[in-house]
């Protein structure tokens, strides 16, 4: 499969999440911390045309949001894109958190950030919903690599 995919930048999910949490203590309200999801959504790694068809379709999102995984128990890599610019941002902090992790790692790490930063309060049920559906479906997957 030619996937480009987010490879995370700190050693850990913990880690991931730690960072995420200090950088939005930065910022003092929520509009700015809605345009800096938008600009992380930015810097997802573009998907392949090829691979935004309906069976990588992630069921669950007001937008459209395309997902798929590629790797092993050891590892696993995801690469995703919506064509909603928030979602894409809220797609690159999970991505941050749990692509290019074991899948053990995957399936211990309780999305927490989600909590720390705020997001809970402020995105809408159809945005929740979508998140947690992402959530899920990277879930999924490392449980289906840790069982094969």
């Not at 200090?22 to 309200?29: A, G």
């Not at 600009?39 to 459209?64: F, T, V, Y």
């Not at 290019?100 to 809408?124: C, K, N, P, W």
């Amino acid at each position: 499969m030619n996937m480009k995919t987010l490879e995370p930048a700190e050693p850990s999910a913990v880690l991931a999440q730690q960072a995420i949490a200090e950088e939005f203590s930065f910022f003092s309200d929520w509009s700015e911390r809605y345009q800096y999801l938008i600009d992380l959504g930015r810097k997802l790694a573009p998907m392949d045309a090829s691979l935004r068809i309906e069976a990588n379709r992630l069921h669950g999102c007001q937008s459209n949001v395309w997902i798929v995984s590629d790797g092993d128990a050891q590892c696993l890599h995801f690469t995703a894109a919506s064509d909603s610019a928030i979602v894409s941002g809220l797609i690159h902090l999970a991505l941050r958190v749990f692509s290019g992790r074991s899948a053990s790692e995957i399936v211990a790490t309780d999305a927490d950030y989600i909590t720390r930063i705020g997001l809970s309060q402020h995105l809408s049920p159809t945005r929740s919903n979508g998140l947690a559906a992402l959530i899920a479906f990277i879930k999924q997957q490392a449980q289906a690599a840790l069982a094969s």
